[in-house]
Every structure is written in C-alpha cells, then in structure tokens.
C-alpha cells in the first residue's frame, strides 16, 4: 500500500475520505463504516498518486514552455528549446517557438470538447476532479477518462508532428 510522507497532505486525503464517507454513505448502518472508510481511504490514496504522477508529467511537460522570468507567465507564451542557452533571442528561435506553440494550440483545439474542457480544468486551471466533475456536470469517473484520453492524444499527435517536448 501506499505511504503519503507529508503529514498535511496525509490529513487533507483522510478528511477528503471522511467527507467521501459522510456524502456518499451515511444511510449505511455504523456498523459498515470502518470497512467501507477503509476502502474509500485507499481510493482516495491511489487518486492522489494518480493526479500527481499526470500532474508531474504535465509540469514537467508545461515548464519547457515557460520562460522562468515571470511567475505570472502564461506557458504557452513562450518556449524554451534544450539544444541551446537561449533560441528564443534569435529570429530563427523565436519563430520556431510561436510554430511549435501554434500546432499545441491547434492540436488542443482538435480534442473532442468534453476532453479539451476536462484538460484544461485540470491542466492548466489546476482544478481537481470533483471541482471538474461538478462543472462539468458528470461523474469524477469521466472526467478521469476524459483526462486520460486528452492526454493520449495529445501526445500522440505532438509526437507524430515531431514534437518532444
């Protein structure tokens, strides 16, 4: 099973849980509650690892777009390149940045609309699946798969375009 080390992120997933139990289960007899909080507690263990394994890869995804100067940025403002200290001072840098940056926008514009909202309330909005769930007015399941499936794709494509971000 899974160990969460930081005591305050520890205490926000067994509150998230409590709160699951109270929501979703309080007609059930006393008698079900620890087994049922016991699994709730679990899933909500493997959700947040979850969201932080997609949160890391897309971090570290979104920091290659962003130029570091400004903590106001928006990522997709700018792009740094790895192959040289700083591309983005030439012409030839900077016009290969918005050209990189434009297919993103376009490939994000391509994902059907349930995908590309669940993205980019997760993504770039930071919201979590509930918060999502709730706008979206669906289950936390589906937003889950459209996350999954928006990701996908959208690696898929970059890749397929060239793109390794």
Not at 20 to 33: A, G, V
Request: glycine share 4%; hydrophobic share 35%; with cysteine.
């Amino acid at each position: 099973m899974f160990a969460v080390r930081v005591e305050e992120t520890a205490l926000d997933i067994v509150q998230d849980a409590m709160l699951k139990l109270s929501e979703k289960y309080s007609d059930k007899p006393p008698q079900e509650f620890p087994m049922l909080f016991q699994r709730i507690l679990q899933n909500t263990i493997r959700d947040y690892y979850r969201r932080q394994k997609v949160r890391s890869l897309w971090t570290t995804l979104l920091s290659s777009l962003t130029s570091g100067d400004d903590d106001e940025s928006d990522p997709l403002e700018t792009l740094q390149a790895h192959n040289t200290i700083n591309p983005a001072d030439t012409p030839h840098g900077r016009l290969e940045q918005s050209q990189v940056l434009a297919v993103i926008g376009k490939e994000i514009e391509k994902l059907p609309p349930r995908q590309r909202e669940a993205f980019l309330m997760r993504y770039w909005e930071d919201m979590d699946i509930a918060e999502t769930a709730l706008a979206m007015g669906c289950s936390e399941g589906s937003v889950k798969t459209h996350c999954s499936r928006a990701t996908h794709a959208l690696a898929t494509s970059l890749k397929a375009k060239g793109i390794e971000l």
